[in-house]
């Protein structure tokens, strides 16, 4: 039986704007998922990473985070590097990888035009991400992809946006003895621009690896 949150998001049209492109896209691509993206990874993860939103040809075409398209490349290799993912390369939601310890998510889950979510449009998709915090009772570490993707992970646990500000590398202590960490995203311009690096990125995960160790 699917999870009760996950049937409301599948349904969800509570941003407007994002709905009606949606059903445009859908229109347009009927092949596509072109719906709200659900969470993908192990139900009992220790470590989740949040992401902007899906994007056009990728999370939005296949249903599954950073799936099909260019931000997806360097995630997923990270991942398998670290011992978070049985495999190096996402290609669809049934290819059969899988994630281990670890869960992805985004900040709103609907596809934004121009990949850009308003302000309303993260704090009205909060609550999703409210609720798979809560589902999450062993989660000790949150890797917020973005600057988009750490204000939403503060405003999820009540924090005020000044109690942490994003930089690439960064430490912040959360609630319940959580870890929030800071990575540029993984986009195709951050890539392209050597802004991220996968030796700058691969640091981020050793950083999460080693607190998910000391944990144990």
């Avoid at 281990?100 to 709103?108: E, F, G, H």
Wanted: proline share 7%; hydrophobic share 40%; net charge positive.
């Amino acid at each position: 039986m699917r999870n009760p949150s996950l049937l409301k998001l599948d349904t969800c049209r509570a941003c407007p704007r994002l709905a009606g492109f949606l059903d445009a896209v859908r229109a347009q691509h009927p092949a596509y998922h072109a719906a709200p993206v659900p969470p993908f990874g192990a139900a009992d993860a220790r470590l989740l990473i949040v992401g902007l939103a899906p994007g056009m040809h990728g999370a939005n075409r296949t249903g599954r985070p950073f799936t099909g398209d260019h931000a997806g490349i360097l995630l997923y290799q990270t991942l398998h590097r670290h011992g978070f993912a049985t495999r190096a390369e996402s290609l669809s939601a049934d290819d059969g990888l899988e994630l281990l310890d670890c869960r992805i998510s985004n900040a709103v889950k609907c596809l934004p035009p121009q990949n850009k979510p308003e302000p309303q449009e993260v704090r009205q998709c909060n609550g999703h991400l409210v609720e798979e915090l809560r589902a999450l009772p062993q989660l000790r570490v949150i890797l917020a992809l973005g600057t988009v993707a750490h204000k939403a992970v503060l405003l999820a646990h009540g924090l005020k946006q000044s109690a942490a500000i994003f930089s690439h590398g960064g430490r912040h202590q959360l609630p319940e003895g959580r870890l929030l960490l800071d990575s540029y995203h993984c986009s195709r311009y951050n890539t392209q621009t050597r802004r991220l690096t996968p030796e700058s990125f691969a640091t981020i995960f050793a950083a999460a690896r080693a607190e998910l160790e000391t944990s144990l």
